[in-house]
């Protein structure tokens, strides 16, 4: 949870991480942001996030890493949409 950012901003920032693949912010009724990012690997992104942060003067609130149950991944993968062809 970060506080003194846009959402916005807050996207760029974090997905210019090595590791990450993916950001999604929401900015909640208070004017947090909250971010869930997805890495590629097992590393953990605490520092580079709390880097980034830093650098922007931002303030961090909270942050905790969780990892991928493998039935969290099962799913991901198996309701993935197929891209429609063309005719």
Do not use: C
């Not at 208070?30 to 992104?45: N, P, R, Y």
């Not at 931002?58 to 990892?67: L, N």
């Amino acid at each position: 949870v970060i506080n003194g950012a846009e959402q916005s901003a807050v996207t760029s920032a974090l997905s210019g991480i090595d590791g990450v693949v993916g950001v999604e912010a929401h900015t909640e009724a208070d004017g947090e942001v909250s971010a869930l990012v997805h890495s590629s690997g097992a590393t953990s992104l605490q520092a580079p996030i709390i880097e980034v942060a830093t650098k922007k003067e931002w303030s961090v609130t909270a942050i905790y890493q969780e990892r991928a149950r493998l039935d969290d991944v099962f799913r991901q993968v198996t309701t993935r949409v197929a891209p429609i062809e063309a005719a």
